[in-house]
């Protein structure tokens, strides 16, 4: 059983779409992240998000945290084709060190 | 760039074989994570190591070892290799007590023909 559960699993769009991504589950997280990957790379942290209820904006990237701080949302504007490449969501369980992640979300976003 | 070093980039060797990969971490962090990722499975947590000592231990095979020097590089050995061991090897670094933010080196990939 995963952890964190990420949809959709694959995602393409048109250049300048906008796109949501879902990262659920049962297990309440003291912090939640964002990575980003390209093929081949290792995972870049974008954010984090520690308060239940946070937003936080990069750019044309939105993140929400949970108000029970078991889910999180990433929101992209006017994808771009730079946007291209695996987004991964990942947890630290309360009373944990230990970092989860989901399986992640792959978006090729067409120009 | 991560600051998160990993060596080498690419290895190919023979089941039965066994290697080791090397990482050193930022500069100041005394935490290091070794994650597996394979295509079916995602990023798989392995190990945790925090100032030479082990912290955590996740989905590692007995036949993976791991240590940290003093001087807090890592290595990740794997022994008796598979085939399906064959898969992407990321080292981690992390200021522990931190908010769990991890920095990822750039990999290793390993192909176990």
């Known amino acids: 059983t995963q952890l964190l559960e990420q949809s959709p699993q694959f995602l393409s769009i048109q250049e300048g779409e906008n796109l949501t991504v879902y990262c659920n589950s049962s297990?309440?997280?003291?912090?939640l992240q964002w990575y980003r990957q390209e093929p081949g790379e290792g995972p870049v942290l974008l954010v984090t998000?520690?308060?239940?209820?946070e937003v936080k904006k990069l750019k044309r990237l939105t993140f929400q945290f949970g108000d029970a701080r078991k889910d999180s949302s990433l929101h992209i504007t006017a994808a771009q084709p730079g946007d291209t490449g695996l987004y991964l969501c990942a947890g630290v369980e309360s009373g944990s060190e230990k970092l989860v992640f989901g399986k992640g979300m792959k978006l090729t976003v067409n120009p | 760039d991560s600051g998160v070093t990993q060596t080498p980039k690419h290895l190919i060797t023979a089941t039965g074989q066994r290697v080791t990969l090397r990482c050193s971490p930022r500069?100041?962090?005394?935490?290091v994570y070794w994650y597996q990722q394979s295509l079916d499975q995602g990023l798989q947590f392995l190990i945790q190591?925090?100032?030479?000592?082990?912290?955590a231990k996740g989905n590692i095979l007995e036949r993976f070892s791991a240590q940290q020097f003093p001087d807090l590089h890592s290595e990740l050995n794997l022994s008796s290799l598979e085939l399906g061991d064959s898969a992407l090897y990321f080292c981690a670094s992390s200021v522990v007590r931190g908010r769990g933010e991890q920095f990822f080196g750039p990999g290793t990939r390993l192909t176990v023909l």
């Open positions: 500069s100041g962090d005394l935490s």
């Open positions: 998000v520690v308060t239940g209820g």
């Open positions: 297990s309440v997280f003291s912090s």
């Open positions: 190591y925090y100032n030479g000592e082990e912290r």
